[in-house]
């Protein structure tokens, strides 16, 4: 079971009291969105065997969104930050690279 | 025949006889006795059947390793199958039970598959019985039931309590043997916060069996004072009878308490966070592949020694030992001392040199060097070893009649624990067994290890390896315990005797016991190309049983590496999961059932229903009641009443598990209209709409009024089911997409009460309550106003879901049952009715109103339920809005809302399918509809039904026939959804 801390309250939360939202930094497309825009948003997603980056709720705890640097296979958390960025800080960026040189993201690198 | 022993057994009390049945005979033990010791000392070696042959099994090993010997354990609500006969502890009355037998243990008829095991090979379930397909559920099917299975489901359910317990520490020691003793010392002198486990009820493994001095102290003395300083530091905890059964992500373990206390809950589940884990689980010895290595009294070195020194039991007065290492000749030693014969040693070694080997050919005992067991003979037990040269194919050298053998193939580290979270092994060729590799242990969450090994279960064989080893996973400073320790002589891997044997001998070879899986079984595996030891082992089933394969493992992957002519390590292992030995399914539960299975939700007027004849119908964790019967009335009587009374005269309905949440803040119409489906940012204050949402995929996910309250701020209803999840939604959008709006949400839904005044005389009702205005001309339809009833603040909003005259009445929730109880005095003179949940129903279906959960399932958009009227065309975007104009959601052929009326009056199976002409791509009947919603309507006095229909809407007045389950066909005209008063005349008045 996940330990992960959340950045509103910064309690080291039970995978239990966390309820999991998905990829992060999706880009909505709305209603003017063409096809293709329609189908990347809705339907495409990373599926990294290694760093990824996601969205948690602290649901039963403080009930605040918040994104995780997580990697898929080892589970390392190599941070948590708010939710409400549209890109990972940098010092997590900074610690992703140092642990898996050649690591990439998206664009991320 | 094995006996007890005049004297001697660590572990027994002789002033406690206990009294027990196996199988109705009865038989005495001691306290301090496992069933097996306990069976072992009444002369009973034979204890089961074998899975698939039938064959007769005997006690083996002496811990949680154990292969064969599982009981049917216990009477009426305490009874238990599958218990583990060397870890149970024997009790006064017990009552035990072979399994897996028919009629008796003694003359089995399932016997007969050992003379047809050759026609029994690896896979042979899955060869014979795919052919012909009809014959699989109604012959093949029962007939492997029957002859298959092991223990018997219990009939009663379980009287006793069980428990979970949470802990937390820095570091966890699993294991109370000397290895886990040490570490959990070194470890606690550091300051650190310790748990220590161990599985048995008794501290100190093997060694105290063994004998020996730590640090200059007899290790049974040795053993007691650790222990009595790590229990008087305040920092550790030390549990004994708890198994870690298993470790998980970033330090979660889950460990199994068996209490044996009457007072106590009988199993705990402890759910532990560890800083980091010290696994110091020991090694297990394996068997050596001979021919009828099965047989009763055929048993590891190991549990031979245990037995006598522990138990004071003998395993007959003459045992066999035959080995490939030195530790084996412990056992010798330890019959010897016990007055009891050893005629041979067979050692597969060539020369045998070893301080132990010395020790036993001093004490007189022969030592066969190089010669190993040709075959064992017996009928239901050992009765004599043929010897063979273990280097040759098996000619029989010598027989020496025997009544036990003690085998020993080498010691494996319990590596499971160390396994479950990623931790990665080594393949020692010294020892011939997989090790936890250092260099690639399991990780955290900050990418350290968080597993470290300790003792044997790291791979340390001898005393002073184990000492250091411990001592160093448990973080500990200066010199670690010292321990003299007699140099072993090196083992000589042996996975099949002898080495040349032919096939007769090799399917008479048992790897894995519990399974009857046979060294020939995965040598077809192999040639039938069951390469990778996954797939070898699901083949053969190998290590599947309920005892994982503890025994089976090495031997099995050495046997099917051999096959395939490359090394061990290529092979690999199969993949460890937990728990480590099974636990059992009530301390899983722990204390979630019953009552307090999950939390229950009562509204202000619960007490209230359930006094008044409430049948309650589970809605999310709220009860509400489905009828209020009175006597004399079946539920649907009572139903059909509910609805008369309320279209006629008055009803009341119990609205409060509505979900209320208020939407607050200059960006809060913004919002709304993102959220729903319609324009909310204009409606005045004062005014209601009925909404819909959609999630982004532009299905229906909820619907509800929203209420303006203020300039600010709306109230916005949700399903009773939905005001979590709506609540969570609208948060998710506000935190994560619009963080920069300016909108603040609240679930309110448990802060009021909420009464819908429902029929003809509502409004006169509310009248008689006073101080508020609830006139047409006051409050028209679609408008809510503050103001006070009986003397209690309200809020009324006139909305209605029955298509009646309808006032829901909203009051600060500590008041609901007294506006409640106003109501139905105020109500009395129109013969007010209260009314659950399937009136509710019926009176909404009655008007077409659609219901989320019924009429939408996640697939389908508003569109599809006619309700475009709802959905604005002047927004620029809501969520849902690009989705719906996607081509599958635009295709004129969605199925859409009709209201569906039987031919006959009938009231349509809920969920039938239309059928359509012709068949589809797998011959089945092609559908054009399905039932949504279906009711029996007291008004109408017929069934009445929503459903969608292809092109639906398009088809008024043709007939569609819905197959019912039972084999009849209903024929249903396509109609209006609306069903009655379509003018809306009740409702506006």
């Not at chain 2, 303006?708 to 916005?716: A, G, K, N, P, V």
């Amino acid at each position: 079971m996940l330990l992960i801390t959340c950045p509103n309250c910064g309690v080291a939360a039970e995978e239990t009291e966390l309820h999991p939202g998905g990829e992060a930094h999706i880009k909505r497309a709305g209603a003017e969105a063409s096809e293709g825009e329609f189908e990347a948003y809705l339907f495409r997603r990373e599926n990294p065997r290694g760093v990824h980056f996601e969205r948690w709720r602290h649901a039963h705890g403080c009930g605040k969104w918040f994104h995780a640097a997580r990697c898929t296979a080892t589970l390392e958390v190599f941070g948590t930050y708010s939710a409400q960025t549209t890109e990972p800080p940098a010092e997590i960026l900074e610690k992703v690279r140092a642990k898996r040189p050649g690591w990439s993201w998206r664009d991320l690198q | 025949m094995s006996t007890r022993l005049a004297t001697g057994g660590r572990l027994i009390d002789r002033s406690k006889p206990l009294s027990f049945t196996f199988n109705n005979k009865r038989m005495t033990g001691f306290k301090g006795d496992t069933l097996a010791s306990a069976l072992l000392a009444n002369g009973q070696k034979l204890v089961g059947r074998s899975f698939k042959y039938h064959r007769p099994r005997g006690i083996v090993a002496r811990g949680a390793e154990e292969p064969n010997a599982l009981a049917n354990f216990g009477t009426g609500a305490n009874f238990e199958p599958n218990q583990r006969m060397t870890t149970t502890p024997l009790t006064d009355q017990a009552v035990v039970a072979s399994q897996n037998h028919w009629p008796t243990l003694e003359f089995d008829v399932g016997a007969i598959n050992a003379s047809l095991s050759r026609f029994l090979p690896a896979g042979f379930y899955y060869k014979t019985f795919n052919w012909p397909r009809a014959f699989w559920a109604g012959l093949y099917e029962p007939i492997i039931r029957r002859s298959a299975g092991l223990g018997k489901a219990p009939r009663q359910a379980d009287q006793d309590r069980y428990e979970h317990l949470y802990a937390f520490c820095d570091v966890l020691v699993v294991g109370g043997g000397v290895a886990g003793l040490t570490a959990a010392t070194a470890a606690a002198e550091s300051g650190d916060q310790v748990i220590l486990l161990e599985q048995t009820g008794s501290w100190g493994g093997r060694s105290v069996i063994d004998g020996g001095d730590v640090d200059g102290v007899e290790i049974t003395q040795w053993v007691k004072n650790a222990l009595q300083a790590l229990d008087q530091n305040k920092n550790v905890t030390i549990r004994k009878d708890t198994m870690g059964a298993g470790i998980y992500d970033h330090g979660y373990v889950i460990a199994y308490e068996q209490t044996h206390d009457t007072d106590a809950p009988r199993h705990r589940l402890w759910r532990i966070r560890a800083g980091r884990i010290i696994t110091a689980t020991g090694a297990i010895e394996r068997p050596l592949s001979f021919a009828n290595n099965d047989l009763p009294g055929v048993m590891l070195a190991s549990a031979v020694r245990d037995y006598v020194c522990d138990h004071g039991v003998s395993p007959g007065d003459r045992t066999v030992i035959v080995t490939n290492n030195d530790d084996a000749y412990q056992t010798a030693l330890a019959l010897k001392n016990a007055g009891l014969e050893v005629p041979v040693i067979l050692d597969a070694r060539q020369d045998p040199q070893g301080p132990l080997v010395a020790k036993a050919r001093a004490l007189g005992i022969r030592v066969a060097a190089g010669r190993g067991v040709a075959s064992v003979t017996g009928k239901r037990g050992v009765e004599a070893v043929e010897v063979c040269l273990h280097a040759g194919e098996g000619a029989v050298l010598e027989t020496i009649p025997c009544e036990a053998v003690a085998m020993s193939g080498g010691w494996s580290p319990v590596v499971h624990l160390w396994s479950h979270c990623g931790g990665k092994l080594i393949w020692d060729d010294a020892q011939a067994h997989f090790r936890p590799d250092p260099d690639r242990p399991p990780t955290g969450h900050d990418g350290q290890a968080f597993v470290t090994t300790a003792g044997s279960a790291s791979g340390a064989m001898s005393w002073p390896e184990v000492l250091i080893d411990a001592h160093r996973a448990g973080g500990g400073q200066g010199a670690a315990p010292a321990a003299d320790s007699e140099d072993a002589g090196p083992m000589l891997p042996v996975w099949v005797m002898p080495q040349g044997a032919g096939v007769a001998k090799r399917t008479k070879m048992f790897l894995d016991f519990q399974n009857d899986v046979k060294v020939s079984d995965v040598q077809l595996a192999a040639q039938e190309g069951y390469e990778s030891v996954e797939h070898a082992k699901r083949y053969t089933t190998l290590g599947m049983a309920t005892d994982q394969g503890k025994l089976s493992n090495i031997n099995g992957l050495a046997t099917l590496s051999d096959a395939l002519h490359q090394p061990i390590p290529q092979t690999g292992t199969t993949t460890f999961r937990p728990p480590y030995t099974p636990i059992s399914m009530a301390s899983i539960a722990g204390e979630a059932r019953g009552e307090l299975f999950q939390p229950l939700r009562r509204t202000p007027m619960h007490d209230w229903h359930a006094q008044h004849g409430a049948q309650w119908e589970p809605v999310g964790q709220w009860r509400r009641p489905y009828a209020y019967v009175r006597a004399g009335e079946t539920v649907d009587q009572a139903v059909a009443r509910e609805v008369t009374a309320t279209r006629t005269s008055l009803g009341l309905l119990d609205a409060s598990t509505l979900g209320k949440i208020i939407v607050k803040g200059p960006d809060a119409g913004r919002f709304l209209d993102m959220m729903y489906t319609n324009m909310i940012s204009t409606l005045p204050v004062g005014k209601c709409r009925y909404g819909l949402m959609c999630s982004e995929n532009g299905f229906l996910i909820d619907d509800g009024v929203v209420a303006r309250i203020s300039d600010d701020s709306w109230l916005c209803h949700t399903t009773t089911g939905g005001a979590e999840r709506i609540h969570g939604h609208m948060e998710e959008w506000l935190q994560t997409e619009w963080w920069d709006w300016n909108v603040f949400t609240a679930n309110v839904t448990e802060h009021w009460a909420q009464i819908a005044v429902v029929g003809p005389n509502a409004r006169k009702t509310l009248e008689k309550l006073g101080d508020m205005d609830v006139s047409a001309a006051a409050m028209p339809f679609m408008t809510w106003a503050k103001g006070t009833l009986a003397g209690i603040p309200v809020r009324v909003f006139r909305i209605s879901f029955s298509g009646e005259l309808s006032y829901e009445v909203a009051v600060p929730a500590s008041q609901g049952l007294s506006l409640w109880e106003n109501l139905h005095a105020s109500g009395e003179e129109f013969d007010v009715t209260p009314y659950g949940t399937e009136a509710l129903h019926v009176l909404r279906a009655e008007k077409g109103f659609i219901m989320i959960g019924d009429e939408s399932d996640g697939t389908v958009i508003p569109h599809d339920l006619g309700l475009e009227w709802a959905i604005s065309k002047k927004k620029t975007d809501y969520l849902g809005k690009r989705a719906q104009a996607r081509s599958h959601m635009t295709d004129p052929d969605r199925w859409k809302l009709v209201g569906l009326q039987t031919l006959n009056r009938s009231t349509l199976p809920d969920g039938a399918y239309a059928v359509a002409e012709g068949v589809n791509e797998n011959g089945q009947r092609k559908t054009e509809g399905r039932v949504t919603s279906t009711y029996h309507s007291p008004t109408l006095d017929r069934g009445i039904a929503m459903g969608l229909v292809l092109n639906g809407p398009d088809r008024m007045g043709e007939v569609l026939t819905f197959p019912g389950t039972d084999g009849t066909p209903y024929e249903a005209r396509i109609v209006s959804p609306v069903f009655f008063d379509p003018e809306g005349d009740k409702q506006n008045v």
